[in-house]
């Protein structure tokens, strides 16, 4: 079994940035591929980033892309998400996931392991 906790969550204004965090706990996530993903409210959940086991590839959603960073540090089993110039759209829960596999992939089925989400709420 796999835990994981998401942080960093908050209110911020548009513009403004915010790093969310992933801590994985109970087994290692260095051999696979990791993920965020967000949903907001009457909304479907939705890709926003990916990563490779070894960090080599990243694909983002397209709303997403130039603004926002995945990273992970395998050592200490964690995954951050950087997010800059924040837009009232992206306001939503985001969730962190493992998959399944060790290469990047946006396919939410891909994913078996979740995290239980953090708020990032980005006023006007």
């Known amino acids: 079994q796999v835990q994981l906790e998401e942080s960093g969550g908050g209110l911020v204004q548009a513009g403004g940035s915010l790093r969310l965090s992933c801590a994985a706990s109970g087994r290692t996530i260095s051999d696979y591929a990791m993920g965020w993903f967000r949903q907001a409210p009457g909304k479907e959940r939705e890709f926003v980033a990916s990563?490779?086991?070894?960090?080599?590839?990243?694909n983002y959603g397209d709303s997403v892309k130039g603004r926002f960073t995945i990273s992970r540090n395998n050592g200490q089993n964690t995954v951050r998400l950087e997010m800059n110039n924040l837009k009232p759209e992206d306001t939503a829960n985001y969730y962190c996931?493992?998959?399944?596999?060790?290469?990047?992939?946006?396919?939410?089925?891909?994913?078996?392991?979740w995290g239980q989400g953090t708020q990032v709420t980005v006023s006007s």
């Open positions: 996931a493992r998959a399944r596999r060790s290469s990047v992939t946006v396919q939410q089925y891909d994913y078996d392991y």
């Open positions: 990563i490779s086991w070894n960090s080599y590839f990243v």
